[in-house]
């Protein structure tokens, strides 16, 4: 279909159509995998010539990606509203590849105290090794705050909103003004936002994705996306990746082509079964406060209205002082349908303990009670809310 029909279409049409580019190989409704390392060409002068253009979709040796990568690159830049998108095998590989293109020795990074834990992880050992130092901020920190933590040799203020286990949203448009001002790079982890934070919109210059979450939406792939809304930023991260070596399995970014095309209704349901069950948590005489961005209660509940058009199904709830966490422990371990595991976006409930497995360095350690990360997925909200019951009274 022409492009600008395209845009007119709403976001469900458009996840059907994306990425299919209006051909039907033998008739088949999906593409197919392409799997392969070596490109052949008619001639070296054609090799030559393609390897000149190999950050253009144009394929040239397997580990510059084929076909089914360059379908899903523009699925996710759709999806992001950026221009160009690179596809790496994790999302945490999707943390670090513009975290290593933009930074170098002698500057300084800002990260978010929220920030994924694996993501403070990369910065406090490999980038310190690097001789690139960050600093942890409070994710509330608004415009002036920020000016006041950069520094001559900021280069990135990396961002995420809402934060790890703790769902602070960030003043993004404020943070992007401050930092671009300074003439530093504005990153940020946009997993929980797919779709309904539009971040180039909001002054990101590289958003990241974990497309193991909702894109994947059955927790059975790994893979990750760096979209940017410039050619020179892509050229930044592409011959990034390129250099580092990053690939992603055609066969996982088919699987994710199919998660695609059912995310909206999925990210729908889930999000309005997660409000509900944050609403009943939140009535609950055991649970001191629901962190979940879309609730009014949630501190940040205002800018989640004026930036984000939704949320997802991955929220916190704090019990009340009184417990301590061997309670917390108790509570998860009573439950039935809610699976004791990390990562999130599937059709499966999920319930991991956040007391005890968060690191926070810059004050805002304090949530006031045993915390729980909770992930709604696809079952009925009645028994997800009967198991939950059960596991409130199990605490007494
Ligand atoms: C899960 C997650 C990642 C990393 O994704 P993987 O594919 O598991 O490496 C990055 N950021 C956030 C916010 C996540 O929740």
């Known amino acids: 279909m022409p492009d600008d029909t395209h845009r007119r279409h709403g976001f469900r049409t458009r996840m059907s159509h994306a990425g299919r580019a209006g051909v039907r190989i033998h008739g088949f409704v999906n593409p197919p995998v392409h799997r392969g390392s070596t490109v052949l060409f008619p001639s070296c002068e054609a090799r030559r010539a393609a390897s000149a253009r190999r950050f253009e979709q144009v394929m040239t040796y397997g580990t510059q990606g084929g076909p089914t990568h360059y379908a899903l690159e523009d699925v996710i830049a759709e ?8 596809l790496v095998g994790t999302g945490l590989a999707a943390v670090t590849l513009p975290l290593m293109a933009y930074l170098r020795t002698g500057d300084h990074c800002l990260m978010p105290d929220s920030v994924y834990g694996p993501a403070r992880a990369f910065a406090t050992t490999l ?8 600093t942890f901020y409070d994710p509330c920190v608004d415009e002036a705050g920020m000016r006041a933590l950069l520094r001559p040799n900021t280069k990135v203020v990396y961002t995420e909103s809402p934060g790890s286990h703790t769902f602070e949203i960030q003043d993004i448009p404020a943070i992007a003004r401050a930092a671009h001002a300074h003439g530093a790079k504005v990153l ?7 779709h309904s934070f539009q ?4 002054g990101v210059d590289v958003s990241i994705q974990a497309l193991t979450k909702y894109v994947g ?3 059975d792939i790994l893979l990750g996306s760096v979209t940017v809304n410039t050619e020179e930023d892509h050229l930044i991260v592409r011959s990034a990746a390129s250099a580092i070596g990053h690939y992603a399995s055609p066969d996982d970014v088919w699987l994710a082509l199919r998660g695609v095309r059912t995310m909206p209704i999925r990210l729908k349901a889930q999000e309005a079964a997660s409000i509900e069950v944050a609403r009943w ?3 609950q005489p055991q649970v001191k406060q629901v962190l979940h961005p879309a609730l009014p209660s949630h501190p940040q509940h205002h800018l989640f209205l004026r930036d984000f058009t939704g949320g997802c199904s991955l929220f916190g709830v704090v019990l009340q002082p009184r417990y301590g966490e061997a309670d917390m422990v108790r509570f998860i371990d009573s439950l039935s349908l809610f699976g004791i595991g990390a990562s999130w976006g599937g059709y499966e409930s999920l319930a991991i303990p956040t007391t005890g497995f968060i690191t926070r360095t810059a004050g805002t350690g304090d949530y006031g009670g045993p915390m729980v990360r909770i992930h709604i997925g696809l079952e009925d909200v009645a028994d997800l809310i009967a198991d939950l019951e059960r596991g409130l009274a199990a605490l007494g």
């Open 199 to 202: 971040p180039f919109a909001h």
């Open 281 to 283: 948590l939140e009535a």
């Open 79 to 86: 999806i992001e509203g950026g221009s160009r998108c690179t």
């Open 127 to 134: 980038l310190a090794r690097w001789g690139i130092e960050t």
């Open 188 to 194: 940020m982890d946009n997993t929980w936002g797919i």
């Open 217 to 219: 939406g059955h927790s």
